[in-house]
């Protein structure tokens, strides 16, 4: 009986199974590259501590006893937790890719003394001032206040059903613009993601945001057409920030040994997460463990570094 008795607060972390990405995630329109090579999520598996699974965890090094996450269920998980939408990572990845939604800039209200008060509608959308495509709000004022003074500049707008049209308008002086010349609207700003690459995650939300990197991996694989893998069985674990650096987890040995078990052979951690993998010889183990600050600079090791 004494043998399982709980230990209030702790949990035991086990090596879990290894997790193939090819059929975690697609992207429309872009196939992965044809390539041996596999990206493989490290998962970690968790126990309600008992004295019993205390004492294996002293015997066995890659389990540990270590203090409950008052947030983290105790079930089978990567450990941590992410929506099921996975906003953050497809954030990543497109701006890790080059890929920037575009800005969708609309009209909110048209301060009185507006010189197209009467011409245009709360809802539309401002889509060129001068020529010059939008790309954020702040474009209006700055281009305004590059032209000559007291010249039309055209302005084109997309009413909510479609319909294009087309205004030129003469700048006046704007109160709220301290006199300044300007156009009087009062502009709105969102990203248009509706353009964007469509991704689809078939697991469902992971019990944890350690996957983030090696599926961002194999998304920046598809996005950018590159064989990152060259024959290779990827691992690794690590949360990503909306920066693209690697945030940091728990269980890394654990995640160590999935990774070895699965035959792995690079195997990715993050750098402030290094000590807990403390004497272990980082060029020489298998898989080869490399430490790395965020997502491009995985991209970046794998294309220098000899398959």
Not at 9 to 27: E, K, R, S, Y
Request: proline residues 9%; aromatic residues 6%; negative net charge.
């Amino acid at each position: 009986m004494v043998a399982w008795l709980p230990i209030p607060n702790h949990t035991i972390l086990l090596p879990g199974p290894a997790v193939a990405t090819f059929d975690q995630v697609d992207v429309e329109g872009h196939p992965r590259p044809d390539d041996p090579g596999e990206y493989l999520i490290s998962t970690v598996y968790q126990r309600p501590a008992t004295t019993w699974w205390a004492l294996r965890a002293l015997l066995q090094s890659d389990w540990s006893l270590v203090a409950s996450d008052p947030e983290m269920p105790r079930s089978q998980t990567s450990v941590g937790y992410e929506d099921s939408e996975h906003q953050i990572l497809r954030r990543v990845v497109f701006h890790t890719c080059g890929i920037e939604p575009p800005v969708v800039v609309s009209v909110l209200d048209l301060t009185a003394d507006s010189p197209l008060k009467g011409q245009v509608e709360p809802g539309d959308r401002v889509t060129h001032v001068a020529g010059v495509p939008l790309r954020m709000v702040r474009q209006v004022r700055e281009i305004v206040q590059s032209q000559p003074p007291g010249e039309k500049i055209p302005v084109e707008f997309l009413r909510p059903d479609g319909r294009a049209y087309r205004l030129e308008t003469v700048p006046r002086p704007i109160k709220g613009l301290s006199g300044e010349p300007g156009l009087g609207l009062l502009l709105s700003g969102h990203e248009d993601d509706d353009n964007l690459p469509k991704i689809r995650f078939h697991s469902g939300s992971y019990e944890g945001n350690s996957s983030d990197l090696i599926l961002g991996l194999d998304l920046c694989e598809r996005l950018l057409n590159l064989d990152l893998r060259r024959g290779r069985r990827v691992s690794g674990s690590g949360g990503l920030d909306m920066e693209g650096s690697l945030t940091s987890v728990r269980g890394l040995r654990q995640k160590f040994s999935c990774a070895r078990q699965a035959k792995a052979d690079i195997f990715f951690v993050p750098i402030v997460d290094a000590p807990q993998l403390q004497g272990m010889d980082f060029q020489a183990s298998h898989p080869r463990i490399v430490p790395i600050h965020s997502l491009s600079e995985a991209i970046y090791w794998l294309q220098r570094a000899k398959p």
